[in-house]
T-cell receptor, first 114, second 112 residues
């Protein structure tokens, strides 16, 4: 089975802090994604990556950056956390095959910014 | 435009009933359609994956896609209390590694 793990289930940070969210997948998938999920807004794509050191902006990249130094690891960075970044953050991965649209999700990180 | 519409519910049905969940979309370029199940405070889990129009069955679950109407459905037969969750539809144009466009999810409650 595909396994996507995220470094923290729950995280509390203060406004202005730099926040790192880590994601690791063990299925050698080329594609990795970061979403945030908010009540009434659903899942929205922040950034994605289709290869090491490659990144593409999603629908809501403002206030975020990403890093992909190794194939299995994709990090989301909040340079200066703000209260409107309080959310559930979900990482996903998919293979670069005919089934690349089938994304597999991690358990999520609930981030609270005070 | 990449809007996907999905009734948020909650949809409450008795155990054993047939459940119908639906999404409509506006982007005619969508070709890949998925249904995810998400339990409370967990990540989404892929349930069904279909390409283009047609039906796909997997156990108690059937996914239908009608591209001419821009309408997709998920049917759950013999519903169980363990099916209580939020169901998310998702779709993409394909041909690349871009992200999916999700509906906002329907909260389903199966009453024992």
């Amino acid at each position: 089975d595909v396994k996507v793990t995220q470094s923290s289930r729950y995280l509390v940070k203060r406004t202005g802090e730099k926040v790192f969210l880590e994601c690791v997948q063990d299925m050698d998938h080329e594609n990795m994604f970061w979403y945030r999920q908010d009540p009434g807004l659903g899942l929205r794509l922040i950034y994605f990556s289709y290869d090491v050191k490659m990144k593409e902006k999603g629908d809501i990249p403002e206030g975020y950056s990403v890093s992909r130094e190794k194939k299995e690891r994709f990090s989301l960075i909040l340079e200066s956390a703000s209260t409107n970044q309080t959310s559930m953050y979900l990482c996903a991965s998919s293979p670069m095959t005919m089934y690349q649209e089938t994304q597999y999700f991690g358990p999520g990180t609930r981030l609270l910014v005070l | 435009q990449k809007e996907v519409e999905q009734d948020p519910g909650p949809l409450s049905v008795p155990e054993g009933a047939i459940v119908s969940l639906n999404c409509t979309y506006s982007n005619s370029a969508f070709q890949y359609f998925m249904w995810y199940r998400q339990y409370s405070r967990k990540g989404p889990e892929l349930l069904m994956y279909t390409y283009s129009s047609g039906n796909k069955e997997d156990g108690r679950f059937t996914a239908q896609v009608d591209k001419s109407s821009k309408y997709i459905s998920l049917f759950i037969r013999d519903s169980q209390p363990s099916d209580s969750a939020t169901y998310l539809c998702a779709m993409s144009e394909g041909g690349g590694a871009d992200g999916l466009t999700f509906g906002k999810g329907t909260h389903l409650i199966i009453q024992p």
